[in-house]
């Protein structure tokens, strides 16, 4: 098992970590292309979702990021300190009444892209797996 973490105050500018989290990763375990833009729109999307909905960018509050790598599969693991949220009452936002509104698409998009999302600790943990 190959393990990173990184954890980092919750401010959206942070992306910026996140991103090159994303690309050390990239450069030590070489993805391949497809891989590697599922991985960075996903894992943004989920910590950007942490930094803003969890912890509403209060920057004493921490978004904690794990990446770990066994047999043939890739898992990013997102952790914040708000509240939590149920992931089973989100919005379709490809119902033709949500397409017109703002948000709803993230977690959508981690689902599309990712070979599994499974929420813990009542939201306040999503795990992202990627097949390699």
Do not use: W
Request: charged share 25%.
């Amino acid at each position: 098992m190959k393990q990173l973490k990184i954890s980092l105050p919750s401010l959206p500018e942070n992306i910026r970590i996140v991103e090159s989290f994303i690309d050390n990763a990239n450069e030590k375990f070489k993805f391949n292309d497809d891989l590697y833009g599922n991985i960075m729109v996903a894992v943004t999307e989920s910590v950007n979702n942490a930094i803003i909905h969890g912890n509403k960018a209060d920057s004493k509050k921490n978004v904690s990021l794990e990446l770990v790598l066994e047999d043939n599969t890739l898992a990013f693991t997102v952790i914040d300190e708000g509240p939590g949220f149920d992931h089973e009452k989100l919005i379709d936002p490809t119902a033709p009444e949500n397409l017109e509104k703002i948000g709803g698409r993230g977690i959508f998009l981690m689902n599309h892209l990712c070979d599994e999302v499974t929420f813990g600790d009542e939201g306040r943990k999503v795990t992202l797996e990627f097949n390699i």
